[in-house]
C-alpha cells in the first residue's frame, strides 16, 4: 500500500514517541510523510522514509508534483490542520482518509469540514451528529497509547497485589475539563482513608504503563472512545467508564470487560470491586482477550481503516463533484475555520501568516454570500467577529460586528462582543448599553443563540470554556444548548459588575455579579461577590456564596479560602479546622500538581495555626488569595 501520510511537527515527538511499535506496521508500508515536518531525514528499519516539508500555502498539485518519479499514492491521510498549508486538498484525486479527534476545536463548530474528505476517523458520542452531511465514518477504533515490545500479556502485579487502588491520568483543569476534576475531587473526599488515590497530569507516554501496572482501577470519564480502555486492558487494570458515554459500549461490554458508573454509585462501585478481586480479575481477563481480537496498536488500527476505505466503492471524483456543487460561502468558510487551532494551540504556528491567511480566507467566504439564507452567511460572519476579537483586532472586529448588526440585528453575542471591546476602550457607558441589549435580545431570540453557537472559547475564560464543554459533548447530556443563554448572561452581568466596581458602586457592582450566579455559580464571578462581600465584612454573605459556589467547583482554591475564612471571622474555628483537614487530604491526591501539593501542606499549618492564633490563620489566607 502506498501511503501519502501527514505528519503535524517533529517527527520525533509525532511518530517515534507514539511508542516502539505503535506505528511498525504503518512505517513497514511504502509510505511517505508530508506537512510541516522540521527533520531533514526519517530512518525506519535501515529504511529511509522520505518527507514531503510543507511550511506555507500550497495546492493539492503542487503536492503530488513534489512526489518522488513514478510514486503514485493508494490513499492520503490528513489531519483537520492539513487545510491551513493546503486548502484545495479537498481537490484530491485519491482517496483521503481525515483524523478528526475531539481535541480539534475547528471540527466542533464547523461539522462540515468532515465532507472534505472521503473517509473519516472519529471516536466521539456525538458521530450522529455528522449523519446530515455526506461523510464515510470509519468504524470505532482505539488502541493503547503507548506500548513497548514485550508481550501485552504482561503482568508486574495480580489484581490485589498493586499497591494504587485508583488511578486517573488526565487533564483536570476547571476549564475544559469542570466534571472530570469535580468527579475526581468528590471521589478523593469520599473514599475511606485507606484507599490510595492517585490523579496525574503531564504524564510521559513511557511512563503511563508503569504508573498503570501499580494500579487496580482506571477511572475514565470521557465521551469518546478512549485510549485509557485500551491501556486499562493491556495493563491488567479494571476500567470504569462513566454510563453516560455511549461510546465506549459499542466496543466493550458493560459489566463484562469493564463496569460502568454515575457519580452515585461510584464510590460503593470502587470499594466493592477493590474488596472482591476474583470478580475483578475475571472482567480485566475479559477485556484482554477482547484486546488480542483488535487491532493492538496505532498504526495497526488505522491500517485497517485504509484497507476497508480502499475497499470501498466510494470515489474521490463524487467528492469532487458534490464539494463543486456546493455554495461557495460555505465550502470557503470550512477552509477558514481550521487556521484557529493555530490560536488554540499556541506552540503551533502554521503557516506563519496565518492570522491574515485566516482572514483572507473568511473575507472570501463573507463576499461570496449570494442567497437570502441567513443560515448561509450568519456562521462564517459570526465566526470573523469572534476570531478578530479573540487576536485583539478591535477595528477589524467592529467592522464585523456593524456588519453583523445591520444584518442579523437580532443575534445577542454580537452586543456582548461589542460591549467588551467598548469597555477595553474604556467606553463605559456604551459599553453598559451593549451588555445590556445582550441580555435583552438573549432573552427574545434565546433560538438564535441555541442555533448559531459563538464559535472559539476565550483563553482563560472559565464560562466561556464550559459553555463550549456544554455544546460539544450535547450528545450526552441531551440537552437543546440552553447552556448558551445562561453562558451570556453570566458573561454580561459579570461585565455590568465590573463596569460598577470601576465608578467605586460596590452595591450595585454586588447586584450584578449576584445575578450572573442565578443563572451560572461560576467561580469566576463568584470570587468578585466574594471578595465585595470579605472587604464588607459580611462574612454571612460571605459564607452563603462561597458554599454556593464550592457545591458547583468544589476544587476552586479562592472560595474554598473564602468559606474558611468566614467560618473563622463568625467564630466556628471547628468547622474551619475539618475543612481544611479533608482539603489537604484530598489534595494530596492530585499528584504531579504543584499547586494542589503546596497547598495541600499550607492548609495542614493553617489548621494546627488554627489551634493558637485566629489572626495568624486570617493573615496567611489573605496572602494566599493575593498570589492566587
Known amino acids: 500500500m502506498k501511503i501519502l501520510y501527514f505528519v503535524l511537527g517533529a517527527l520525533e515527538s509525532r511518530i517515534k514517541n507514539s511508542g516502539s511499535i505503535g506505528l511498525n506496521s504503518l512505517l513497514r508500508q511504502d509510505i511517505i510523510f508530508y506537512g510541516p515536518i522540521p527533520e531533514d531525514r526519517f530512518v525506519f528499519e535501515e529504511k529511509e522514509i522520505p518527507i514531503i516539508k510543507i511550511w506555507n500555502e500550497t495546492s493539492i498539485n503542487e503536492l503530488f508534483n513534489a512526489l518522488p518519479e513514478k510514486w503514485y499514492p493508494d490513499i492520503v491521510t490528513c489531519e483537520t490542520s ?22 480539534w476545536i475547528d471540527t466542533i463548530y464547523n461539522k462540515g469540514i468532515v465532507e472534505l474528505f472521503d473517509f473519516i476517523r472519529y471516536d ?4 450522529d451528529s455528522y449523519i446530515s452531511f455526506n461523510p464515510n465514518l470509519m468504524p470505532l477504533s482505539g488502541c493503547p497509547t503507548f506500548l513497548e515490545d514485550s508481550k501485552i500479556e504482561k503482568r508486574v502485579r495480580k489484581f490485589k497485589d498493586r499497591p494504587i487502588d485508583v488511578i486517573a491520568i488526565a487533564n483536570y483543569i476547571s476549564l475544559s475539563y469542570h466534571t472530570r476534576y469535580e468527579l475526581f475531587f468528590e471521589l478523593a473526599k469520599n473514599m475511606p482513608q485507606n484507599f490510595k488515590i492517585k490523579f496525574l497530569i503531564a504524564v510521559k507516554r513511557n511512563e503511563i504503563n508503569n ?43 458493560p459489566w463484562e470487560e469493564y463496569i460502568p458508573f454515575n457519580n452515585s454509585n461510584l464510590i460503593e462501585l470502587v470499594e466493592y470491586y477493590v474488596l472482591h478481586d476474583d470478580e475483578s480479575e475475571k472482567i480485566i481477563t475479559n477485556a484482554l482477550k477482547k484486546l488480542n481480537t483488535n487491532p493492538i496498536s496505532w498504526g495497526d488500527s488505522i491500517l485497517s ?27 470557503l468558510h470550512r477552509l477558514a475555520t481550521p487556521l484557529y487551532f493555530n490560536y488554540h494551540f499556541s506552540q503551533y504556528s502554521i503557516p506563519n501568516n496565518w492570522k491574515e491567511v485566516y482572514f483572507q480566507r473568511i473575507d472570501k467566504s463573507i463576499a461570496a454570500y449570494k442567497n437570502e439564507e441567513e443560515q448561509t452567511l450568519l456562521p462564517p460572519l459570526v465566526e470573523a467577529s469572534r476570531m478578530a476579537f479573540i487576536l485583539n483586532r478591535y477595528e477589524l472586529a467592529l467592522e464585523y460586528i456593524i456588519k453583523l448588526k445591520s444584518i442579523f440585528p437580532n443575534y445577542a453575542w454580537t452586543y456582548y462582543l461589542h460591549g467588551r471591546i467598548l469597555f477595553d476602550q474604556k467606553e463605559y457607558r456604551l459599553s453598559e448599553e451593549n451588555f445590556k441589549k445582550a441580555i435583552s435580545y438573549g ?36 440537552h437543546n444548548n440552553e ?3 445562561k453562558a451570556l448572561n453570566n458573561l454580561c452581568y459579570t461585565a455590568l459588575g ?24 461560576i467561580p469566576s464571578s463568584l470570587n468578585k461577590v466574594c471578595e465585595l462581600y470579605l472587604k464588607a465584612n459580611q462574612y454571612n454573605e460571605l459564607l452563603e456564596a462561597s458554599t454556593m459556589g464550592l457545591d458547583d467547583s468544589p476544587y476552586d ?38 499547586i494542589a501539593e503546596k497547598l495541600s501542606l499550607i492548609f495542614r499549618l493553617l489548621a494546627i495555626s488554627l489551634y493558637f492564633e485566629k489572626q495568624l490563620s486570617i493573615m496567611g489566607f489573605s496572602l494566599l488569595l493575593k498570589k492566587l
Open 82 to 103: 492539513v487545510l491551513n498549508i493546503i486548502p484545495d486538498i479537498y481537490k484530491c484525486p485519491v482517496k483521503t482518509y481525515l483524523m478528526a479527534r475531539d481535541a
Open 124 to 127: 466521539g458520542i456525538d458521530r
Open 211 to 253: 504508573y498503570y501496572r501499580q494500579s487496580k482501577i482506571i477511572i475514565d470519564w470521557s465521551y469518546t472512545l478512549a485510549n485509557r480502555s485500551y491501556e486499562a486492558a493491556i495493563n491488567g487494570c479494571l476500567l470504569f467508564s462513566h454510563e453516560d458515554n455511549k461510546v465506549i459500549e459499542q466496543v466493550w461490554k
Open 305 to 331: 481503516h485504509l484497507h476497508q476505505a480502499l475497499e470501498s466503492t466510494h470515489l474521490p471524483s463524487d467528492r469532487i463533484k458534490y464539494l463543486d456543487s456546493i455554495d461557495q460561502t460555505t465550502l
Open 443 to 478: 432573552k427574545v431570540y434565546p433560538e438564535l443563540l441555541t442555533k448559531y453557537i459563538l464559535p472559539f472559547a476565550e483563553s482563560e475564560n472559565v464560562c466561556d470554556h464550559r459553555r463550549v464543554t456544554d455544546y460539544l459533548w450535547q450528545s450526552s447530556y441531551n
Open 483 to 485: 447552556y448558551q443563554e
Open 498 to 521: 465590573d463596569l460598577f466596581l470601576i465608578n467605586n458602586d460596590a452595591k450595585k457592582a454586588t447586584e450584578q455579579f449576584i445575578l450572573a450566579n442565578t443563572n451560572l455559580p
Open 557 to 594: 482554591y479562592k472560595l474554598f479560602i473564602f468559606k474558611t475564612i468566614a467560618l473563622i471571622k463568625l467564630n466556628r474555628k471547628k468547622e474551619a479546622r475539618s475543612i481544611l483537614k479533608e482539603e489537604a487530604k484530598i489534595l494530596k491526591c492530585f499528584e504531579r500538581n504543584k
